[in-house]
Nanobody, 113 residues
Framework: QVQLVESGGGLVQPGGSLRLSCAAFGSIFSIIDMSWHRQAPGKQRELVAI???????NYADSVKGRFTISRDNGKNTVYLQMNSLKPEDTAVYYCHVRFHPYWGQGTQVTVSS
């Protein structure tokens, strides 16, 4: 069993930044691949970024160059640094243990002036 707890969402103006955190409990965090996803109202959930256990990363084209995924295995935590935020980034953001049915509860990110 794995429990994921997200934090760091909020309201930010266009062009601003936020950092999301996802703390994992009950797992051998360092050997699992993690990802961030998001779901905007009326849209399907989409993959935002992936980080493997070895630290390799991959990003959706829509966030490439603006978002950075990272991990701290000592703290069992994965992060999503979001810069140059746009209104279209508004969504509920979820962290996920790849290849397993474990999801966080979601954290709301709203980009608006």
């Amino acid at each position: 069993q794995v429990q994921l707890v997200e934090s760091g969402g909020g309201l930010v103006q266009p062009g601003g930044s936020l950092r999301l955190s996802c703390a994992a409990f009950g797992s051998i965090f360092s050997i699992i691949d993690m990802s961030w996803h998001r779901q905007a109202p009326g849209k399907q959930r989409e993959l935002v970024a992936i980080i493997t256990s070895a630290g390799s990363t991959n990003y959706a084209d829509s966030v490439k160059g603006r978002f950075t995924i990272s991990r701290d295995n000592g703290k069992n935590t994965v992060y999503l640094q979001m810069n140059s935020l746009k209104p279209e980034d508004t969504a509920v953001y979820y962290c996920h243990v790849r290849f397993h049915p474990y999801w966080g509860q979601g954290t709301q990110v709203t980009v608006s002036s």
